[in-house]
């Protein structure tokens, strides 16, 4: 199983029935795949729309119906459309309940950043909504693989980059583990099988505690 | 009562050189595609432009950027195009701020509505740091209400607003399809003069009152665009080609 399947497939078990979910692209809106059919979302694109859902097929695509990557969705019996400002309301003041996040890097703080790299000196910004997200959605999951290309924890003491939100992160999802943050403190609660507190130690930059509870992964 | 459709070249007419200019559309859906191409086509330089995103690569907005008409950009993203993520990248396009998305939407909402500006806590901390904003004349003000900390966000509003609708009558009143309403309606209301673009002109009373999604009132000039069927096979054959949509086999199989 790949990387990208295991966050996803891990992701997933933290949706509940009836949840208003937002999912960033990439892995997160990938977990969808993987939900058991006991869990039913109402899904929210900030473009304007609550309970979009898959591709439409080539003969049944409405170009005026998108999601916020202004690719073509389908609307579901019970969706809604909104104006933008609506849907962003919506976000900023805890109508969305749960969102997975794609992150560049976040902290023991529950401090995420996915929105500014430097590219030619300059910052590159992709804002977006990301920010209104985790400013209001009541449970925020971070996504992102556990270390960079060289091998650098991106689960670190304090984030580097400039922060998207601050201390909003509930859970982290990685490959090799799943930390929740309760009360300031990172705390271990999943390795992937086969994995020991020291081997997530060994590529983990922030401190964290371990849980009574820990456990392996069911993927 | 005079009917408010004219010729697209001459509503377009009262953009030039260095128009203060608010497009609507999300990513390029939901956008005034066929205005965006007489724009080009007329070559007016030095825009401000007043967007949510710079647009889709290849398509709609960034031609603009490609053809170097935009001095400045207000935006949520700089890099949602190839052509606008060159033009910033090169030094030819200048982001002197840009907001978060539901902040964006607020300050042109605050024009729209003769608002001087909104309160806003999204990003308190985070984009006030120092060097974030190189070219800001002067840091942003914050504010705490409540005691709850707010940036003071001033208005946004612009001399010409284009945006697109699916249909309009001859008095303006538009009617929107599925999720392209996005920003289209508080734009109209945010530009001094606005000029809807739509799939099709129908004649006053076809718009039921309740389903005008923009009154009239808030347009200027209504012109025509694209066919719906011309714009749904220009959108299916863009998001074909980028893997968006799989046409199906001849059993209907995707």
């Known amino acids: 199983m790949d990387v990208r399947e295991i966050i996803a497939r891990r992701a997933a078990q933290e949706l509940e029935d009836g949840q208003v979910a937002n999912l960033g692209f990439g892995i997160p809106t990938q977990a969808v795949n993987y939900l058991p059919e006991s869990v039913t979302l109402i899904m929210h694109t900030e473009n304007g729309a609550f309970g979009f859902g898959a591709r439409p097929s080539y003969n049944t695509c409405n170009s005026d119906i998108t999601n916020a990557g202004s690719e073509p969705v389908t609307l579901l019996n019970g969706g809604a459309c909104m104006s933008l400002a609506t849907s962003l309301g919506a976000m900023r003041n805890g109508y969305i309940d749960v969102t997975i996040l794609g992150a560049l890097e976040v902290d023991q703080e529950g401090n995420i950043a996915n929105w500014a790299v430097k590219r030619n000196g300059m910052w590159w910004p992709g804002i977006g909504g990301a920010m209104d997200l985790t400013y209001g959605t009541k449970k925020i999951i971070a996504t992102l693989q556990h270390t960079d290309k060289k091998g650098n924890s991106k689960i670190k003491k304090h984030c580097e980059l400039p922060l998207t939100g601050k201390g909003c992160v509930k859970t982290i999802i990685t490959e090799k583990a799943v930390f929740d943050i309760d009360a300031g403190q990172l705390i271990l609660r999943e390795v992937y099988p086969g994995l020991s507190v020291q081997d997530i130690q060994n590529i983990t930059e922030a401190e964290f505690i371990v849980s009574s509870t820990l456990k392996e992964m069911t993927l | ?254």
């Open chain 2, 1 to 254: 009562m005079k009917s408010k459709v004219m010729p697209i070249e001459e509503a377009l007419s009262v953009v030039k050189d260095g128009t203060r200019l608010m497009l609507g559309g999300f990513i390029d859906a939901g956008s005034p595609l066929v205005s965006i191409e007489k724009l080009v086509a007329r070559n007016v330089k030095d825009l401000t432009l007043i967007a949510v995103t710079p647009g889709m690569s290849g398509f709609g907005k960034s031609m603009l950027y490609k053809n170097k008409q935009v001095k400045e950009l207000i935006s949520t993203h700089v890099g949602t195009s190839a052509e606008s993520t060159e033009a910033y990248l090169a030094g030819e396009l200048l982001v002197k701020e840009f907001f978060p998305m539901g902040t964006w939407i607020e300050k042109v909402r605050a024009g729209a509505m003769g608002l001087g500006g909104v309160l806003v806590p999204v990003g308190v901390g985070i984009l006030d740091a120092e060097g974030l904003f190189p070219d800001l004349e002067k840091p942003k003000e914050v504010v705490e209400v409540n005691g709850v900390k707010c940036f003071i966000e001033p208005a946004l509003t612009a001399e010409v607003a284009i945006v697109k609708a699916w249909r309009a009558d001859t008095m303006g009143n538009l009617e929107f399809r599925g999720t392209s309403l996005n920003n289209n309606m508080d734009i109209a209301m945010a530009g001094k003069y606005t000029i809807a673009e739509v799939n099709e002109i129908v004649p006053v009373g076809t718009i039921a009152p309740e389903r005008v999604g923009c009154p009239g009132v808030f347009v200027n000039a209504v012109v025509q665009g694209q066919k719906i069927d011309e714009q749904d096979e220009l959108y299916k054959s863009v998001w074909l080609d980028r893997g968006k949509l799989v046409k199906e086999d001849i059993n209907g199989r995707s």
